[in-house]
Each structure stands twice: as C-alpha cells, then as structure tokens.
C-alpha cells in the first residue's frame, strides 16, 4: 500500500541535543509538511514543500529547519532542542497542483526533550 | 488571517441518539476537510467537501459545507463507541494553499 512512514516513533533527548525526524513517502505526491500537536493546541504547521526544490514556512517555523532530500524524502530537524518542542510530529502529504489538497498523514514522531 | 473554531471541544455523546457539531472559519473559502484522530494515532481523512453545498455521507457521519455561512456542519446519526474520538475540520484558500486546523472536538459515546 502506498503509505507515509516516519523514524523514529519516539526519541526522548535532552535539551541542546539536535534531532532529525525522517519522513517517507510512497503515495508519489509532490507536497509534504511538518505538523506538531500539542494537547488543546491543534495542529500547527511548521514547514511544507510542494516539491523538491520549494521549501516554505509555516506558523511555528522558529527553533525548526528542514531538507527535502527526494520527492520521497522530508526530514525535520531541531537544531537545538528545548523542552517547549515537547510533541507529537506529524509529517503529511498531498497530489500537486489541480488536486483536492487532500493531506495522508504518517503515523507520528512522539518527541520527549528533558 | 484565517482563523478556525469548532465547537463545542468536548461533547459527551449518548448511544442511539444524533448530534451535529460544527465548524466556523473567518475567510471565504469552499475547500473544507475532516479528519478522526483516535488518542494516540494518526490522523485519518474523512470527508473532503470542494463547493458550497457540498455533502458527502460515510455510514453514520454526514458533512455539508455552506461557504457563505462560512460553515460546516458534522451530522452524527444514532451515535454508537466505535465513533469515539477527536474530530478535526481544516480549511484550505485554495489549490495552492496550506491548510488550517481548528482545534478538534472530542466525542466520547456512552451507553
């Protein structure tokens, strides 16, 4: 099944480590995005690509960079992490231009930082 | 900027009887979605409405969008556990736009 998987599923760390969060896709879709949720928060957006060479911010890009290795390929990366990134990440995807903008979201990163 | 708000966040659900929560965003559009999110998962898409009356039906959940009233409405009929979790509507202004998220209701069904 075409899918969208994340690495790791749980990472505790402590404050001042840096961190990657890796997200893969096999759905083929150009777009992809970096959410957190936090409990009461909703889902933020922190970055999305809508392919391989457009990178944008989002709502809560600051303390966050990103690559976007392939088309396949969106990682996430804390610098510097800080207990305040203390969340659950998701990474998401969706067909390009002319499509629904419909997102799949992968299973989740939950982030621990001590 | 868009703003989106469900409400009521919490709704405590009787099993067998119907309810409608609802969803406000403060911009025109006509591209609205739902998602379930059962505690600790992922975030499943439910219903993708594209045009001012659109409504789509999934076994006991039914989503209409009406862009001028800049609302959607989630209708449940006769409520049963499976339905149990967090429902989220997001808002899109366009082809080429992100989406944004309301924060989520949580329906909990009692017996």
């Known amino acids: 099944d075409a899918d969208v998987t994340q690495t790791p599923r749980n990472r505790i760390t402590k404050t001042g480590k840096r961190i990657m969060l890796e997200c893969s896709q096999t759905k083929g879709h150009d777009r992809m995005y970096w959410y957190r949720q936090d409990p009461g928060l909703g889902l933020r957006l922190i970055y999305y690509s809508f392919d391989v060479k457009d990178i944008n911010k989002g709502e809560i890009s600051d303390g966050y960079s990103v690559s976007r290795q392939a088309q396949a390929k969106f990682s996430l990366s804390l610098e510097s992490a800080i207990p305040n990134q203390t969340a659950l990440y998701f990474c998401?995807?969706?067909?390009?231009?002319?499509?629904?903008?419909?997102?799949?979201f992968g299973p989740g990163t939950r982030l621990t930082v001590l | 900027e868009l703003k989106v708000e469900q409400n009521p966040l919490f709704l405590s659900m009787q099993e067998g009887k119907n309810y409608t929560i609802y969803c406000n965003y403060s911009t025109t559009s006509d591209r609205l979605y739902w998602y379930r999110q059962d505690p600790g998962k992922s975030l499943e898409s439910l219903f993708v409405?594209?045009?001012?009356?659109a409504v789509k039906q999934e076994g006991r959940l039914m989503a209409s969008l009406d862009t001028k009233a800049r609302l959607s409405t989630l209708h449940i009929t006769a409520a049963v556990h499976d339905l149990s979790a967090t429902y989220f509507c997001a808002v899109s202004l366009g082809a080429n736009s992100k989406l944004t998220f309301g924060k989520g209701i949580t329906l909990s069904v009692r017996p």
């Open positions: 998401a995807t969706s067909l390009g231009q002319g499509a629904s903008n419909e997102q799949f």
């Open positions: 409405l594209l045009s001012n009356g």
